[in-house]
């Protein structure tokens, strides 16, 4: 999805407000905040050290940094917000939802505040929208077999803490039981368990068979993701708690493997 480009308008319009000496510290606000009012302020000294000249005084501009923040803030959030609105049904979810959430601090006058209702509508509709896609596209990936592809979408609720339907997880879990046989080839197998460990049917998934002679390779994957598939984790008469914490602890899968195709 396209990433949020928002136009400088608001921004804009309150930096030409200002008095000349106030712009170039609202500039550096704009940029990165305080700190870096803060680093300006230390860079010109560097230079006036060098140069022999008196050091700044950091404080006053910081104090005038502080009063224009409130102002500058809303005016880069209604920058925002408008070309979220404007956008919304095809911007990047996460911006969208970044918009929405900045709202409660930075909607401070009712014209602002009606623009945040306006985006918390699109939200609402655009998530409705892409959770039923996401349901979609999952039965579609499990009518074709896909099972790795289904496991890793769905992971990645575009509603956040939605609950598959149980007929779809119970769909999903056997799927990926299927998919984990002494038939499969190893690789295949680590692959699986790799995208079942952070899919919501997880507890509900245990292996159909298990391989005669289960590769190094394999070992060092059931290992490592023992405390997310601790019945399959068992499966191979490995303990969890015999994991070392900094494999359990991991909360993040690494890049998915390439996936092998599927029949």
Known sequence: APRLR????HRQAVLASLPEEHKPIAEQVLRGGIPAVRQAVDKQNELNQAEGKPAINAEPLVAIA???LPRLRAAEWRDRAEAALAAAAEVDLRDLRSVVVAA?????DDEARALAEQLRAALSERV????AAWLAELDELLREGRVVRALRLSSRPPKAGALLPPELAERLAHAASG????????????????????????TQVTAQSLPARPSEELLGAVNRLAGRLPQIAAQ?????????SRAKSARQPPPPPAEHPES
């Open 104 to 108: 409660e601090q930075a909607a401070r």
């Open 6 to 9: 928002p136009k400088r308008t």
């Open 128 to 131: 409705e929208a892409e959770q």
């Open 236 to 244: 191979f008469g490995v303990k969890p708690s015999a994991v070392p």
């Open 179 to 202: 998919a984990l046989t002494a038939e499969t080839g190893q690789d295949r197998f680590a692959t699986v368990l790799d995208a079942l460990a952070y899919a919501p049917v997880r």
């Open 66 to 68: 502080e009063s224009l």
